[in-house]
Structure formats: structure tokens, C-alpha cells
């Protein structure tokens, strides 16, 4: 069975703990969150009745600027994997050195079985449950999965309205007419691409030559997609919740885009392609392989059937600890997902900017500046892996937990 996704968590600083140990003090710090909050939040349901939801933030550390990161709506959401994605966020905001420490929220519920109204409800029940312990210099949240720039808007309302006064700073992902920014709603995907093009550098793989498969078709999927094959990448199969498509020439995306928006599924793809599995497309014989879903996909079973040349961890947490042993023993070059996905956190850095000093970016601006955080970060973990002949998850998190340490140490425990 799968280890819980903070086990893998603790894991991955533990291994870069064993190569270049940060201050003992400091490392059993970041082994713990800071804060956990859990909160039950009653919602009057459109049947009639109420119906008690659990939800959490989890507030890992501080210690580099404000906890930042995403709030999730699964029905499998645990305080485990709140506690890990919290963690990954400190991690993430630190890899590619943004000034925010890291947080993490969930509910539990299935937001694909509930209204318009009873989402907005919950959205902003959840909010009065955790606003006291938020704020823009405290801890700043934004989407995950299954989360909106609309649910954003209802959480900011509500917070606005506790604190009495106009607080767009305090989260992130909102609408554009809302305090949003221009690029969020594509970050993830964006800085996944620039993550890709560095790498496919790396390998030699020319763009027009390399055949991608995508897990996932949400916000940083279905958005990595449409950019990989505008830059000339070759996406081969794509999949979402109830299955997956393959053509080994090359799937139309503009077309799949536009059936997933009607008829809300991938598969009802009517280009020319074969059914496949989310099990299936990860062995799929392709260049690049993009993890886009959710966390211990590629595990010790089918890791040694990957054929991809790169794995870019578009999702948090695809990949468990024993998986990655394996592809780095069999050469797979894995972009972890700390540096992979964190266009989305870095955009939301640019949006929390804007909203402080009330200014508005083009998205041309929004897309250039997320190219010069994510491929110069690409550059230290990739150059740091080389130089240790490690995978570059630890690199990562070597690069990543010196700078969280040094900060906890010059603040003093
Ligand atoms: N949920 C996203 C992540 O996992 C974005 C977090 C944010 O924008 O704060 O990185």
C-alpha cells in the first residue's frame, strides 16, 4: 500500500538531510507544521437540512514570509495529505525563492455532487471558521484542486467583510475584474512548459520530435496541453478523472479542450484514438510523461514500466519514494513537482504584489517575469543534481531547506 503522502514527505528531507544537513534544530522544526487547524462547518443544503463538513489549514512554516498555498475540495482530502501538501508548499515557495513560507487547506466534500450554492455556503463558512488565523502577512491561500477563482472571490468577500474592509491581498487566484491577476489561471501550466523546454534542452529532446502524455486534465493539465502543443510538442494522450485518449500521431488539443468544456470528459474525444486508463498512459511509450492529477501515482509497481525520457510532476506528489529510486536507477530525469508546479504560487506571489501596491500587469509582463523565476531555479536544482550526481527532488530540497534554515536561524528559535 502506499505511504501516507506526509510519510513521502518526511522521507524527501530526510534524504537531502543525509547529503548536506541543515542545523539539526532547524530540520526537526520543518519535520512538524507549525500550526493545524481543523474546522466543522454546518451548511444548509439545497434539499433541506443541514450538513456538517470537516475542513483544515495547515500553516507549516513562516519562517521565510507568510504561509502560502492552496485550498483543496476532494472527498479524499486528509489531514495527512494536508500536513504533506503544506510541507511541499514551504519546499516550493523556497525552490524558487519567493518570499513565503507554506500552508495548505482542505475540505472534505465532493464539490462535483453539490450546487452552485452550497459550494458558495461552504466556501464561506470555511473561511469565518479560519479567518481569524489567516491574513495577508499570516497566511494567504488560493486554488488547489477542485477550487475556482469564483470560490475565491465568495472566501474573499467573506473575509473582507469579518475584518471590515477591502482585503483583495489576502488570497490569491481570483477572478481578474476581482483583484486577480492576469496569467494565474494559466501559471501552473506555464511554468510547467518552461520547466519542460529547459529539460527537453538538457536531454536533447527536440520539441517537434517528442511525443508527450498528459495525467490529468484540470487547471495545470488541460493548460500544459494546449502550451506544450502550441510550442511544437507532440501530446500524444491525455486523460482526466473517467479515463483516458491515445494517438501515437498526436491528439488535436484545441479539440479535446472543447469536448472536455461540453461534454465533460476527454473520452468523448471524437479525433481518431484509442481508449486508455490512467494506469495505462503512464506507461505509455512517449518522451515526456506529465503526472497532472494527484499524489502516488507512480509507485514501486509500475515505475519500472515507464518509458518516458522526463517526467515533469505537474501534480503534488505523483511520485512516491521508492518509484523514485527506481526511475532515477533507470536514468529517467524527474522535474519535481516543487519546481515543476510552482508557476501557480509564483504567479499568485505576483498577484498578492499587485494587489499591495494597487497596480495591474499585462499578462505579457505576468508570463516574462514567471520565466525569469522558473528557469533560473531550474538551472541551480538541475546544476546542483549534476554536481552530486543526485535526482533533482533532492537537489531541490537541499537548495530549498538551507534557505527555509537560514531564515528560521537569523529569526532565532
Ligand atoms: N495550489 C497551488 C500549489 O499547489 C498554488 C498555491 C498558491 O497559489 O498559493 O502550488
Known amino acids: 500500500m502506499a505511504k501516507n503522502p506526509f510519510e513521502n514527505a518526511l522521507e524527501q528531507l530526510e534524504k537531502a538531510q543525509d547529503i548536506e544537513p541543515i542545523d539539526s534544530v532547524a530540520y526537526e522544526i520543518m519535520k512538524r507544521p507549525q500550526r493545524i ?11 433541506g437540512g443541514t450538513k456538517i463538513f470537516t475542513g483544515y489549514r495547515v500553516q507549516h512554516n513562516d519562517a521565510r514570509g507568510p504561509c502560502k498555498g492552496g485550498i483543496r475540495y476532494h472527498p479524499n482530502v486528509s489531514i495527512d495529505e494536508v500536513k504533506a501538501l503544506a510541507t511541499w508548499m ?9 518570499p513565503y513560507g507554506g500552508g495548505k487547506g482542505g475540505v472534505i466534500c465532493d464539490p462535483k455532487e453539490m450546487s452552485e450554492g452550497e459550494i458558495e455556503r461552504l466556501s464561506r463558512g470555511y473561511m469565518r471558521q479560519i479567518a481569524h488565523y489567516i491574513g495577508p502577512d499570516v497566511d494567504v491561500p488560493a486554488p488547489d484542486v477542485y477550487t475556482t477563482p469564483q470560490i475565491m472571490a465568495w472566501m474573499e468577500d467573506e473575509y473582507s467583510k469579518i475584518v471590515g ?3 483583495p491581498e489576502v488570497i490569491t487566484g ?3 475584474d476581482k483583484g486577480g491577476s492576469e496569467g494565474r489561471g494559466t501559471a501552473t501550466g506555464m511554468g510547467g512548459s518552461y520547466i519542460i523546454r529547459e529539460a527537453s534542452k538538457e536531454l536533447g529532446l ?3 520530435e517528442s511525443t508527450v502524455a498528459i495525467q490529468g486534465f484540470g487547471n495545470a493539465g488541460s493548460v500544459a496541453a494546449s502550451i506544450l502543443s502550441k510550442m511544437g510538442y507532440k501530446v500524444v494522450a491525455v486523460s482526466d478523472s473517467h479515463g483516458g485518449i491515445y494517438n501515437k500521431d498526436g491528439l488535436n488539443i484545441d479539440r479535446v479542450l472543447q469536448v472536455k468544456k461540453e461534454k465533460g470528459r476527454v473520452s468523448e474525444y471524437d479525433g481518431p484514438c484509442e481508449k ?5 498512459l503512464l506507461e505509455l511509450p512517449v518522451d515526456i510523461l506529465v503526472p497532472a492529477a494527484l499524489e502516488n501515482q507512480i509507485t514501486k509497481d509500475n515505475a519500472p ?3 518516458a525520457k522526463l517526467v515533469a510532476e505537474l501534480a503534488n506528489g505523483p511520485t512516491t519514494p521508492e518509484a523514485d529510486q527506481i526511475l532515477h536507477e533507470q536514468d529517467v530525469l524527474v522535474t519535481p513537482d516543487i519546481l515543476t508546479n510552482a508557476g501557480g504560487v509564483t504567479v499568485s506571489y505576483f498577484e498578492w ?8 500587469w499585462s499578462e505579457e509582463e505576468v508570463n516574462k517575469k514567471l520565466d525569469e523565476i522558473m528557469t533560473p531555479a531550474f538551472r541551480d536544482v538541475y546544476t546542483k543534481a549534476k554536481e552530486k550526481h543526485i535526482p533533482m527532488r533532492t537537489a531541490a530540497y537541499i537548495i530549498a531547506m538551507h534557505r527555509v534554515a537560514d531564515a528560521i536561524l537569523k529569526r532565532g528559535y
Open 305 to 307: 514500466h515507464i518509458k
Open 90 to 98: 514551504t519546499i516550493k515557495c523556497a525552490t524558487v525563492n519567493i
Open 165 to 167: 474592509k477591502d482585503t
Open 174 to 176: 481570483k477572478p481578474i
Open 353 to 360: 504584489l499587485q494587489n499591495k501596491k494597487g497596480e495591474h
Open 206 to 208: 527536440n520539441p517537434s
Open 37 to 47: 487547524l481543523e474546522v466543522s462547518i454546518p451548511v444548509k443544503m439545497d434539499g
Open 276 to 280: 486508455v486508463s490512467n494506469e495505462e
